[in-house]
């Protein structure tokens, strides 16, 4: 064996799409044989349908006036940048705005907290996604200490009221939170380290986020509590498979929406073990609360 320790083999992945666009290539001595996965190609089948539906969604918006506002919220590494990347990756550009707004500044911490994200809700016509939003108030900044427990009282009674209004003025809201268990979020760090292509993603907080697993669980709870209204209901997305997690939440989207050309019920009901309602998760963290290990992210 010698002292030389054995490389670690690189784990190189295909660009999603490949598999598909290839699926029905004939062999030649230009082209390279690639075993994929028959669970991954189905993925990219699947995904391809829900896009094309996303833009005649899209398309309808643009004629109706519609507006769209889906906020993505949940734990880190939970999936919520992927979704989202796969959403838009066909949609006009024009027509939809992916927010995600860095720490405020000084100007902005003495403002209305709502003040710097309402500036951009959607317009008509238009989808507007926030990449964590306003919950930042009631799970991250109470955690880290980033707020006080008056601002985060105060936040948790006004968001109910401030959801009211927009969905009464016409704007149609998603509020999805992506749940990944401990030991799938720690696995998504270490990959971090080690993919180049990640390197973006690191953050000092990752092993904070493993620390303060179990009051991020207490937050969530408070959240869902105060924040889990008939007008504004909260989505869970079961993230630990990022692939699944996906294609259901667009199908939870498109689901409620109406435009023309629509794709059968069957088609876009969205597994129920994957998408679980706000109230459904009240009740699992209730009796699962003094016992965080079986509680979900």
């Known amino acids: 064996m010698g002292n030389h320790k054995q490389k670690k083999k690189k784990t190189i992945k295909l660009a999603e799409g490949t598999a598909i666009r290839n699926k029905n290539a004939k062999q030649s001595k230009a082209r390279e044989a690639v075993w994929i996965k028959k669970w991954h190609l189905q993925y990219e089948e699947n995904l391809r349908e829900l896009q094309i539906e996303l833009m005649k969604m899209q398309q ?11 906020i993505f919220e949940g734990r880190d590494a939970a999936g919520k940048g992927g979704t989202i990347k796969r959403i838009t990756a066909h949609l006009n550009p024009r027509n939809y705005n992916v927010v995600a ?11 209305w907290y709502f003040q710097r994200y309402t500036q951009h809700l959607p317009t008509a016509g238009v989808f507007t996604i926030f990449d964590r939003s306003w919950y930042n108030r009631a799970m991250v900044e109470p955690v880290m200490g980033f707020c006080s427990d008056e601002q985060n009282k105060r936040f948790l009674k ?5 959801e009211e209004l927009l969905v009464k003025d016409g704007i149609t809201l998603f509020k999805f939170y992506f749940s990944v268990s401990k030991h799938v979020q720690k696995e998504r760090f270490d990959s971090r380290k080690n ?5 973006y993603k ?10 303060y697993w179990n009051e991020y669980a207490i937050r969530k709870f408070q959240m869902l509590s105060e924040t ?3 007008m504004a209901p909260w989505t869970i997305i079961r993230s630990d498979n990022k692939k699944v997690a996906r294609i259901n939440c667009i199908k939870h989207i498109l689901s409620k929406m109406d435009y023309e050309g629509k794709l059968s019920v069957k088609k876009l009901t969205p ?4 998408v679980i309602s706000g109230i459904d998760e009240l009740r699992h963290m209730e009796e699962n609360l003094m016992t965080p290990d079986k509680l979900h992210g």
Do not use: F, H, Y
């Open 60 to 70: 309808s918006m643009q004629a109706s006036g519609k507006r769209v506002l889906a």
């Open 101 to 111: 707004l860095a720490k405020p500044n000084e100007t902005e911490l003495t403002e």
């Open 158 to 162: 006004d968001v109910p009221m401030l």
């Open 195 to 199: 993919d180049p292509l990640k390197q």
């Open 202 to 211: 690191l953050s000092p907080v990752d092993n904070l986020a493993q620390k």
């Open 228 to 230: 889990n209204r008939t």
């Open 271 to 274: 597994d129920p073990k994957i």
